[in-house]
């Protein structure tokens, strides 16, 4: 692992906090990430415990205020986005970073026919823009849409979005994606709102253009079997900070966090035999989260250090790491 | 084996079709199918397949344009307003989202105490009080829950009020649309136990409908795929994840996302799903799925197949299994 080159993009220490009414949410608490050039990384954890925040803050999205970022550093190749120019930030969005979004229909403009929000998208993505000729955007727009393998592109383009599909939808959002991306791709639930034969082929579809691109994705599910077939490392995230980081193969053999492990059992198995216990209770409230660990009211193994200390990452393997005060001393 | 005696909901040739401005939409075209007494009977389908509006025909929201639902030897194909009271009180739903199918102005002791009222099964307020905890308590939920309102409580939560209402007035068959579709896995693992549990309890038999087959098969005993209003395939659960006969069936199985190895094996690898459901208001000709089919034959462009069965209890529709 030493040749390796620098990471592509690094999270330390990333805090995230929402005024609101009642008092400041604190989301984020402390997030360490890291993707490798070329790596497909995982993201799984359940509803409202972050991961969607987390990649706001990443493609500098959120809305401030009410979001703020007290401390914390997001590196996307060696240089901290939170501290960039408009410019700078704009020339990121435009040529490295590009996002899907999980619901497709609320990502395109319903008003705006397909054609002029892909164009769009082109214009954008090619800086030299304004010399570009009308018809060397279209050429490009069409392009990407047979990339994503959408028959019929050129009538594609004349569609409002309401007039295609789920899966169509999606596709469209894909290629618009795919129009600027050449360092990592962030794909946000790609296929939650869709039906698991159109889920699969999206993402193959990511998986394949990937490939060909060596581009790194970041992979955002709450299903652990959506990243399982797609994903060299997966991070496992709850309540605003990651708990366990490994291999895909290691995590899905050998979880650790007692969090991993319930969300393991808790999945349904093609192999039948019944579904595991679940988990008691459910996500905190994040104006006043539990202290020292989040997941200790949850926890069956909860011991008294969880509550006053905040466990930091434990090494347990090679590449391998676990956020439980049960493995301080593991070996 | 199966005699008339234990089968507690018959459907036969059910259609239900919707008259819109674009045309006829055939939303459920002539399924049949049995609830055995005290079984799970799994309903699987991708969106637009019709799997909701069988549900909603049974339980009386819809008139059948067609067929019959016989529960237990009793004719019940038209809608609710025209059943009987009793008959009212058996039959059972649980909605997918329990954000809209619970009133947001209506205390948890509100929603609960109209059925009490209604079917008359409490007679004064005192009892109607402490049949609510004990319903409360059977769904393991504090009884001071009483006097939230839904949008006070999680999610999961509200889908244990649902299911605490459906059982007030103690139905013997359910009807589970996607109870857990709109859940985290660790909480619909716990609603999941939670239902078997009571299954066994009060004898139900449950009709579940869903679009997950991982989940389908650690609940259900039997399994029925439908495709653009149209049963494709039936078969014990056990069978239909060893042995899946339909094209789509397979295509379906070897779709779903896994966590291990063993499960990897059970899924056919050789079929890659392809293209889309069509709009019911334009169905194929044929038999509906050869747009998508990987192994059409020229009979399938022109012939609906027939239901044929292949070995005792499975069931499959498609030209390949006729001869």
């Known amino acids: 692992m030493n040749f390796m080159p620098k990471p592509l993009l690094e999270i330390k220490d990333l805090h995230v906090w929402f005024k609101v009414f009642?008092?400041?949410?604190?989301?984020?608490?402390?997030?360490?990430?890291?993707?490798?050039?070329?790596?497909?990384?995982?993201?799984?954890?359940?509803?409202?415990?972050?991961?969607?925040t987390t990649m706001k803050a990443i493609m500098r999205i959120l809305p401030i205020p009410p979001a703020m970022v007290p401390k914390g550093e997001i590196l996307?190749?060696?240089?901290?986005?939170?501290?960039?120019?408009?410019?700078?930030?704009?020339?990121?969005?435009?040529?490295?970073?590009?996002?899907i979004f999980q619901?497709?229909?609320?990502?395109?403009?319903?008003?705006?026919?397909?054609?002029?929000?892909?164009?769009?998208?082109?214009?954008?993505?090619?800086?030299?823009?304004?010399?570009?000729?009308?018809?060397?955007?279209?050429?490009?727009?069409?392009?990407?849409?047979?990339?994503?393998?959408?028959?019929?592109?050129?009538?594609?383009?004349?569609?409002?979005?309401?007039?295609?599909?789920?899966g169509m939808r999606q596709r469209v959002c894909i290629s618009m994606a795919l129009v600027s991306t050449n360092e990592l791709l962030i794909a946000d639930e790609p296929g939650t709102s869709l039906d698991v034969t159109i889920k699969d082929q999206i993402l193959r579809l990511l998986r394949e253009l990937a490939e060909k691109r060596s581009t790194s994705i970041i992979l955002?599910?709450?299903?652990?079997?959506?990243?399982?077939?797609?994903?060299?490392?997966?991070?496992?995230?709850?309540?605003?900070?990651?708990?366990?980081?490994?291999?895909?193969?290691?995590?899905?053999?050998?979880?650790?966090?007692?969090?991993?492990?319930?969300?393991?059992?808790?999945?349904?198995?093609?192999?039948?035999?019944?579904?595991?216990e679940g988990i008691d209770g459910h996500i905190p409230e994040y104006i006043s989260p539990p202290t020292g660990c989040r997941f200790h009211p949850r926890c069956k193994q909860a011991m008294p250090i969880c509550k006053d200390k905040k466990p930091p990452f434990f090494k347990v393997g090679e590449n391998h790491e676990v956020a439980c005060f049960l493995f301080q001393n593991y070996r | 084996m199966i005699t008339?005696?234990?089968?507690?909901?018959?459907?036969?040739?059910?259609?239900?079709?919707?008259?819109?401005?674009?045309?006829?939409?055939?939303?459920?075209?002539?399924?049949?199918?049995?609830?055995?007494?005290?079984?799970?009977?799994?309903l699987v389908g991708e969106s637009g397949s019709g799997k909701s509006t069988v549900?909603?025909?049974?339980?009386?929201?819809?008139?059948?344009?067609?067929?019959?639902?016989?529960?237990?030897?009793?004719?019940?194909?038209?809608?609710?307003?025209?059943?009987?009271?009793?008959?009212?009180?058996?039959?059972?739903?649980?909605?997918?989202?329990?954000?809209?199918?619970?009133?947001?102005?209506?205390?948890?002791?509100?929603?609960?105490?109209?059925?009490?009222?209604?079917?008359?099964?409490?007679?004064?307020?005192?009892?109607?009080?402490?049949?609510?905890?004990?319903?409360?308590?059977?769904?393991q939920l504090p009884v001071d829950y009483m006097y939230k309102y839904p949008s006070m409580i999680g999610g999961g939560e509200k889908q244990m009020v649902a299911i605490a209402r459906a059982l007030t007035t103690n139905p013997s068959l359910v009807l589970l649309d996607e109870p857990t579709s709109a859940l985290d896995v660790s909480v619909q693992a716990k609603i999941i136990n939670m239902l078997i549990q009571f299954q066994k309890k009060f004898k139900l038999s449950y009709l579940f409908i869903t679009h997950d087959l991982s989940l389908m098969r650690n609940v259900a005993s039997r399994v029925a795929i439908m495709y653009l209003g149209k049963i494709c395939e039936i078969a014990s659960s056990s069978d239909f994840f060893k042995n899946p006969l339909h094209p789509y069936t397979q295509m379906l199985l070897s779709s779903i996302p896994v966590i291990s190895d063993e499960e990897e094996e059970l899924k056919p690898k050789k079929i890659m799903s392809t293209g889309e459901i069509p709009s019911p208001v334009d169905v194929p000709s044929g038999c509906s799925f050869h747009l998508r089919c990987p192994k059409k034959m020229d009979i399938c462009f022109c012939e609906d197949p027939i239901m044929v069965e292949v070995s005792e209890g499975h069931t499959v529709r498609c030209h390949l299994y006729t001869k």
């Not at chain 2, 929201?61 to 009271?85: A, F, V």
């Not at chain 2, 619970?102 to 008359?120: A, C, D, G």
Request: with cysteine.
């Open chain 1, 22 to 52: 009642g008092g400041i949410l604190k989301v984020l608490d402390g997030v360490n990430f890291i993707v490798w050039p070329g790596e497909k990384v995982g993201l799984v954890g359940e509803m409202g415990c972050g991961k969607t």
């Open chain 1, 76 to 99: 996307f190749k060696g240089k901290d986005i939170l501290q960039m120019g408009q410019t700078e930030l704009q020339q990121i969005r435009r040529r490295e970073i590009s996002m």
């Open chain 1, 103 to 166: 619901d497709p229909t609320a990502a395109l403009n319903p008003v705006f026919t397909i054609g002029t929000q892909l164009q769009d998208a082109v214009r954008f993505a090619e800086k030299s823009g304004r010399n570009t000729e009308k018809e060397d955007i279209r050429t490009r727009a069409i392009q990407v849409l047979k990339e994503v393998s959408l028959p019929d592109a050129e009538r594609v383009l004349q569609n409002y979005s309401l007039q295609l599909s789920g």
């Open chain 1, 220 to 276: 955002i599910s709450h299903a652990l079997g959506a990243v399982r077939g797609m994903t060299d490392r997966i991070y496992v995230m709850y309540a605003g900070s990651m708990v366990e980081v490994a291999k895909t193969k290691d995590l899905f053999a050998h979880p650790l966090h007692p969090y991993s492990q319930g969300l393991l059992t808790a999945t349904p198995r093609l192999t039948g035999g019944g579904i595991g």
């Open chain 2, 4 to 42: 008339l005696v234990n089968i507690i909901l018959n459907i036969g040739q059910l259609k239900k079709y919707f008259v819109t401005r674009q045309g006829i939409v055939k939303a459920v075209d002539g399924i049949s199918f049995f609830v055995e007494e005290g079984e799970t009977f799994g």
């Open chain 2, 55 to 139: 549900a909603y025909t049974v339980v009386g929201m819809y008139r059948p344009t067609e067929g019959k639902i016989i529960y237990r030897r009793e004719d019940i194909s038209r809608e609710s307003k025209n059943r009987s009271h009793t008959m009212k009180k058996e039959i059972q739903i649980v909605f997918q989202d329990p954000g809209t199918s619970l009133n947001p102005t209506r205390s948890i002791k509100q929603i609960l105490e109209m059925p009490l009222k209604v079917h008359n099964i409490s007679k004064n307020h005192k009892d109607r009080i402490a049949k609510i905890k004990e319903l409360l308590e059977m769904v």
